[in-house]
């Protein structure tokens, strides 16, 4: 009995690597598959929306790599609903992939700076 579940085990072993060495069931001379295409998106023009609204719109266009930055003076953006956006780091129009690291540069609404 001992042999027999011995003989088993072997054929099964050489089963499994010979399967493994085959690519997934392909056969030798099959072309592998393409690689992915990295998603490419188009930048809108977001100067004069508001900050958060502007967030909003990229991220449903699928971009991942949003930040906020200030031009008026301040130190941060703390919350995107009370700024504008002024600037922004790609062109409008311009084919950015997906996880491009986009930049707004945005103002405060009304108010004045704060030393």
Not at 44 to 59: S, Y
Not at 67 to 93: C, F, H, M, Y
């Amino acid at each position: 009995m001992r042999r027999v579940l011995t003989v088993i085990l072997f054929t099964l072993l050489y089963a499994l690597t010979a399967c493994a060495g085959t690519g997934g069931g392909g056969s030798p001379g099959s072309p592998s598959p393409p690689a992915p295409t990295t998603v490419r998106l188009t930048m809108p023009d977001v100067v004069g929306d508001n900050a958060d609204v502007a967030l909003d719109a990229l991220h449903k266009l699928g971009f991942t790599n949003v930040d906020l930055g200030t031009v008026d003076g301040r130190r941060i953006v703390v919350l995107p609903q009370n700024w504008t956006v002024k600037t922004q780091s790609a062109e409008p129009g311009t084919r950015l992939a997906a996880d491009a690291k986009i930049v707004l540069g945005c103002a405060r609404i009304g108010g004045t700076h704060w030393p």
